[in-house]
């Protein structure tokens, strides 16, 4: 399955362009559309717009991976994306031990998209950003079409 051009417009609209190294919520070096940089990466004239399209699509590929190998349980195109996003903004070692994870490989479909919602604090604090950005989510999680596909 692949990350659909809904679930795109929903990270981009979280994420945002930034052309510049800035620290996200979390304190971390990020460029781009959300794309955390690594020890190796360097931007020091910032990027383009082409060139975040490019971290971007190597990032939610990274993503899609993740939970291809981690998800057991069939997922219709809504839940894909919403876990593509939750796994693009916090990483796949937060989704392999949540217990959203557990709840979705159960067959529990409603409690996963209520654990997706849990996940909306920085700093030990709510985040208004993460809370919106969970809500969006559970929203294309939920209505997403009936009818399950197999990851």
Known sequence: MKFSAAGMELLKRFEGFRNRVYLDVAGLPTIGYGHRLLHSDSFPNGIDEPQAANLLACDVRD???AIERMVKAPLTQGQFDALVDFTFNLGAGRLASSTLL??????RYDDAAEQLLRWD???????AALKARREAEAELWRNAPAKQQAA
């Open 63 to 65: 993503a899609e991976q």
């Open 102 to 107: 557990k709840s979705l490989n159960a067959g």
């Open 121 to 127: 604090h920085a700093g030990g604090q709510e985040n």
